[in-house]
């Protein structure tokens, strides 16, 4: 995205390892920071999101953690799963404007069996 | 049931043909937008309304008009389509609370193809 950059652009790891996906962005005044999962042929959905008043937050397998100073925010999934397998986008808002998200240009993540 | 439904689903028209995308939400929203992805599934914002009003309206030509009757209807129209129209199109909708969590929930997505 213009604001958002994210890595890697593809992920293969073997079930049951981690997965890490890192995105920066670019302004300092973005506050909020939400994942989307999309399998292949579906819609993007929310998985995870972080507001920038937190830096981690975990929800089962995954969590996300934020580094304001840094300007960089972090996706990690533990014990991964072949239904995992799916592109991952983060985003950020543009500026303080709720309404407008920034996307990264997705990772495409694999799980192998 | 579905949150946001958009229709059609699938779209294949030939060049210079004018079309529109329909989108309705049930979830309550104020607040709707259009995304373009594209093949690299890229995913852009193109516009959004909130209350019906105009609130985002990125760098697109203006052979893509929005249009929202009321706030759970956002419809895109597209006039004199070009081969780079093609992509999938999603709609979605938020609730417009600021410093509240702001979920977009998206569409199905709509698969246009311009031959």
């Known amino acids: 995205g213009e604001n958002v950059e994210q890595h890697p652009s593809t992920l293969s790891v073997q079930e049951g390892d981690s997965a890490v996906i890192k995105c920066t962005y670019s302004d300092s005044a973005s506050n909020y920071f939400p994942w989307y999962k999309q399998e292949l042929g579906k819609r993007p959905q929310l998985i995870i999101d972080i507001r920038s008043n937190v830096g981690e937050k975990k929800d089962q397998r995954i969590a996300v953690t934020l580094n304001k100073t840094a300007k960089h925010f972090s996706l990690h999934i533990t014990e991964t799963q072949p239904e995992d397998s799916a592109v991952y986008f983060c985003a950020a808002t543009m500026g303080s404007n709720d309404y407008k998200l920034s996307f990264g240009a997705g990772t495409t993540v694999t799980v192998r069996a | 049931d579905t949150a946001v439904s958009q229709t059609p689903k699938y779209l294949v028209t030939q060049m210079g043909n004018d079309k529109s995308i329909k989108c309705e939400q049930n979830?309550?929203?104020?607040?709707m937008y259009w995304y373009k992805q594209d093949s690299k599934k890229f995913l852009k914002i193109m516009f959004s309304y909130n209350n019906k009003e105009l609130i985002i309206n990125e760098t697109v030509p203006n052979r893509f008009s929005p249009k929202s009757p009321d706030k759970a209807h956002l419809n895109l129209h597209i006039n004199s389509l070009e081969l780079g129209d093609s992509a999938v199109y999603f709609c979605a909708s938020s609730r417009s609370v600021r410093g509240s969590r702001n979920t977009i929930y998206f569409g199905e997505g709509s698969w246009l193809t311009v031959v």
């Open positions: 979830l309550g929203h104020d607040t």
